[in-house]
């Protein structure tokens, strides 16, 4: 799909469809509505007057050959309240009505933008909004899309004077959004498809173009660094594991600057192992690998935005089987950290892999972490599908991350994580357990178990059990995998 950017005035436009949107306000047509009504002769004030026209958010009002206009059909999107109106609006208001026209076969569309609104930013967004919503999970489909393809996207309501912001936000949009949809690709890839060895090496294919360093960790290699805990979840399973480090370093790095570590779990299925899991639901951990595909991801874009600061990926893989060498509960593994874990719940695997992929990226000298992972279901629990869980060490960092996701429009929400709470994974036997004694505090108990291999490394965790997968497709985005997380992570190591 292209996305180009286009000056000519609006009533000029020969596209199958001109879009734009309408704030719900006493009097919907006003400003560049205004405009598009008087060349329409007054038509979009009849709709307005008729009620067909409110601008509440995502109504959609489509008017074919309008008078005056060149464009073959008028796409009105509601955009609600214009004092509540933001990125996160026009994104959304944008992948709509691109789902919306392409299920009615229209290839070409130009959406215009308000009056004061032809930024830079707006321009990414709507990028970002575009592309999202074109990717669909179709790529088993023997027959496609039925012809339904959008083939270019023209955005408008730029002067001369505004093109060069504006096709500076199309192709920073252009980038996040693709490497988004290139997680997204990878997290709907069923695990026969993608192993820990398929992961490792679509990541290395994907670090060579972007023109990352990448190393992938054998079986051999895990072992030599004493991985215990990601190792005691590989060996339920024939199937080997695997840790991707992938790595950016800017042109010119501070000496002394922060260096990020990005660590995402990466199970490629999750039967729970010997504690096995239920068989309803249970081909949805497919999606177990979410956090260590958005962090790949996010580096695919880093590649391209080029940040200041350096960035080190760490994803450990591996599948959660519960074969004949699998761990039982109430076995006890040591960490690469040397802690020793008793494991109570072998399906509470992914606080083992990010045990040791933590403490590999502080290892290869990460001043500040973040992980991303599908921890735990306790989190779709106490927010749903509609807040990312995240737990902070360290709480100017964690603000910086909170700020991030605001300002990109991902719905992020923190949960406590204070010491009254390490009595839950204090261990018996060992060290530390995997899962709580307590009652309740799900979340809470996987974060704080990771944040034992933390040390005094400024460390967030992001819970996206419940936001990685869209159990039904919204208007703007298909069913499926999210890409959730990324878009904040590029934008928190853009503010380094
Ligand atoms: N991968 C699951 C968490 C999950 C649940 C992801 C629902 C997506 C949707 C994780 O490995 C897991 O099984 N966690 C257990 C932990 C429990 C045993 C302490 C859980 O949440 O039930
Ligand atoms: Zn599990
Ligand atoms: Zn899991």
């Known amino acids: 799909m292209q996305i180009t950017l286009e000056t000519k005035p609006f009533a000029a436009l020969e596209t199958e469809a001109l879009i734009t949107y309408v704030f719900e306000e006493s009097d919907p047509v006003q400003g560049r509505i205004a405009e598009i009504d008087k060349a329409a002769g007054g038509l979009l004030g009849k709709l307005a007057k008729s009620g067909e026209l409110t601008g509440k958010m995502l109504e959609f009002t489509l008017v074919h050959a309008p008078a005056g206009l060149k464009t073959a059909r008028l796409l009105l999107v509601g955009a609600g309240k214009r004092e509540q109106f933001n990125g996160a609006a026009l994104r959304k208001i944008a992948g709509a ?53 959008i083939e270019s996207v023209e955005v408008s309501g730029y002067s001369d004077a505004e093109r060069a912001a504006g096709d500076k936000g199309l192709s920073k949009g252009r980038i996040i959004a693709d490497s988004q949809n290139f997680a997204r690709d990878l997290i709907n890839e069923p695990s026969n498809k993608l192993t820990p060895r398929i992961l490792a090496q679509k990541a290395e294919a994907m670090a060579k173009e972007a023109g990352l360093a990448v190393e992938v960790l054998d079986e051999k290699k895990i072992t030599d660094l004493k991985m215990g805990a990601l190792l005691s979840v590989a060996q339920g399973g024939p199937e080997p594991p695997r840790v991707m480090v992938v790595t950016y370093t800017p042109a010119n790095p501070k000496p002394g600057g922060p260096v990020i570590g990005l660590v995402g779990k990466a199970v490629t299925f999750d039967t729970g192992g010997i504690s096995i899991k239920p068989a309803e639901g249970m081909e949805k951990m497919k999606y177990d690998m979410a956090g260590g ?37 109430g076995d006890i593994q040591t960490a690469m950290s040397g802690k020793t874990i008793e494991v109570l719940n072998t399906d509470a695997e992914g606080r083992l892999i990010l045990a040791d992929g933590v403490h590999y990226a502080r290892q290869l000298g990460a001043t500040h972490l973040v992980d991303a992972a599908t921890l735990t279901g306790a989190i779709v629990v106490a927010l749903a599908n509609i807040n990312v869980g995240v737990f902070g060490s360290d709480q100017p960092f964690t603000d910086k991350l909170l700020a991030s996701a605001k300002a990109v429009g991902e719905k992020m929400w923190q949960m406590p994580i204070d010491d009254d709470y390490r009595e839950f994974i204090k261990g018996t036997v060992a060290d530390i357990q995997n899962i709580g004694s307590g009652k309740g505090g799900g979340a809470i108990t996987g974060a704080m178990f990771i944040k034992e291999f933390t040390g005094e490394t400024p460390w967030i965790h992001l819970d996206i059990a419940g936001t990685a997968w869209n159990d039904d497709a919204k208007p703007w985005l298909a069913k499926g995998p999210t890409g959730v997380a990324l878009r904040t992570l590029v934008h928190l190591v853009m503010s380094y």
């Open 293 to 329: 595909a958005t962090m790949l991801g996010v580096m695919r874009a880093l590649a391209a935005l080029k940040p200041g600061v350096k960035v080190i990926c760490v994803v450990p893989s591996t599948e959660n089987m519960p074969g004949g060498t699998a761990q039982k509960p």
């Open 97 to 149: 009505a691109l789902r919306h026209l392409k299920s009615r076969s229209v290839k070409k569309f130009a959406l215009l933008v308000r009056e004061g609104a032809a930024t830079e930013e707006n321009a990414q967004t709507i990028a970002e909004g575009v592309l999202a919503a074109d990717f669909e999970a179709d790529k088993y489909k023997t027959e496609k899309k039925n012809g339904k393809t």
